[in-house]
């Protein structure tokens, strides 16, 4: 079945007693128990709500796993999972991971010894001469924020197989609808659904899906302990949100393609990252993996003057953090989702002053590119 298809029945659970064809919101942290010796599905919401379970299963159907679990930000969900890992464990991280994983890692999770190497996951030599005898699992996010590096899922399965170790996937930039890490062999896909999944800048969420019973029942036994789970009136926005993923997908990618495309054009810009260009040199291994190249893009307009010109004079994405959503919105990130790395750390990591992000919303292309046509023409 289509996706899109998919995702409208697995979000209309009807209300067996009214017909309602939206799924309730129940919210109840207690259930009553009709039998004092046997109780029923539902106890108390930490461990299981009627409406956070359509959530989850909706979320894990769509990424083609049996088990899915909803949490109240995506790095809740992040760490939560990683909570699943113990002293003495090791992690090989992706470089470019999600400045808030990066800081769970660096100064949570280390304090719990559980320890990291930072690897670039598209040298895979660097990936195998990283592992140690205490290494559990790598932990990959592809494309990466904000330069769109693309990491090849396959090999970087294929190595951890052949050394027995888990992989963990963060597919917040693709989303379900574009690319489906379980079907390339990863074990934990992990989502911050405050960005595609829910499509509206009107939540926060996270989510972590597996087809891994064994491992359904750590990431389970986690998140009644530790409690991090999505409300039930923000799971029903989720479910709301969720029904036009694929349509939403499906515009903003088609419009970041154009845009890229244009931006190439433009001598005002001198780079442009989107591995959906085939002058990209992730194109390859993008299309390997994923249905195309995604809603988000970066660009340099060559200085951070530049980019503050560009930034004031466009009209219609929003200049904020943040992606996913329906409208567009262009960041900074050497002064937003990137601030606490030194200059050095983001030169490092491809990000020049003059970089800007771009998520690509459902507004008409044509119209975004006028835009940015009228606020490049700014920059002198
Ligand atoms: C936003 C984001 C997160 C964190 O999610 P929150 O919902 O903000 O907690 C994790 N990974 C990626 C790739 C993100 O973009």
């Given at each position: 079945m289509n996706d899109q298809t998919k995702i409208i029945k697995l979000t209309t659970?009807?209300?067996?007693?009214?017909?309602?064809?939206n799924t309730p919101i129940?919210?109840?942290s207690t259930f009553q128990q009709d039998d004092f010796d046997h109780f029923g599905e539902f106890d108390y919401s930490r461990s299981g709500n009627p409406t956070r379970k359509v959530g989850e299963n909706a979320v894990a159907q769509l990424e083609n796993g049996q088990y899915g679990f909803l949490y109240s930000t995506g790095m809740a969900a992040i760490s939560s999972v990683l909570e699943t890992f113990s002293q003495g464990d090791h992690l090989i991280v992706s470089k470019f991971v999600y400045g808030g994983t990066f800081r769970v890692f660096t100064e949570v999770l280390n304090r719990f010894g559980i320890e990291h190497t930072f690897v670039d996951l598209r040298d895979l030599d660097q990936v195998t001469a990283a592992i140690q005898p205490n290494t559990k699992a790598i932990y990959i996010e592809t494309p990466?924020?904000?330069?769109l590096a693309v990491t090849d899922i396959r090999a970087i399965v294929e190595i951890a197989k052949a050394h027995d170790l888990l992989t963990i996937a963060d597919n917040t930039f693709m989303s379900p609808y574009l690319q489906k890490p379980l079907d390339l062999g990863v074990d934990i896909v992990v989502h911050?659904?405050?960005?595609?999944?829910?499509?509206?800048?009107d939540i926060l969420a996270g989510a972590a899906i597996t087809n891994d019973p064994a491992l359904a029942d750590k990431i389970y036994f986690i998140q009644n302990a530790v409690g991090a789970t999505l409300g039930v009136s923000d799971t029903w926005l989720l479910l709301r949100g969720i029904k036009t993923l694929g349509v939403r997908m499906a515009q903003s990618s088609s419009s970041a393609l154009t845009i890229a495309s244009w931006l190439e054009q433009q001598?005002?810009?001198?780079r442009v990252c989107y591995?959906?260009?085939?002058?990209?040199?992730d194109y390859e291994i993008q299309l390997s993996q994923a249905k195309?190249?995604?809603?988000v893009l970066s660009f340099d307009v060559g200085s951070e003057n530049n980019a503050r010109i560009l930034a004031e004079a466009?009209?219609?994405?929003?200049?904020s953090v943040s992606l996913g959503g329906v409208e567009s919105i262009l960041s900074?990130?050497?002064?937003?989702?990137?601030?606490?790395?030194s200059p050095a750390e983001q030169a490092d990591c491809?990000?020049?002053?003059?970089l800007l992000r771009f998520s690509v919303g459902i507004e008409d292309p044509a119209d975004l590119i006028a835009d940015l046509e009228q606020a490049l023409a700014q920059i002198k």
């Open positions: 659970v009807k209300d067996k007693e009214s017909g309602a064809i129940q919210l109840s990466s924020n904000p330069v911050s659904a405050t960005k595609f999944l829910s499509g509206h800048s001598p005002a810009v001198t591995p959906g260009l085939k002058s990209s040199p195309n190249g995604g809603a466009v009209q219609i994405p929003e200049f900074y990130p050497p002064k937003m989702s990137h601030a606490e790395l491809g990000i020049t002053p003059g």
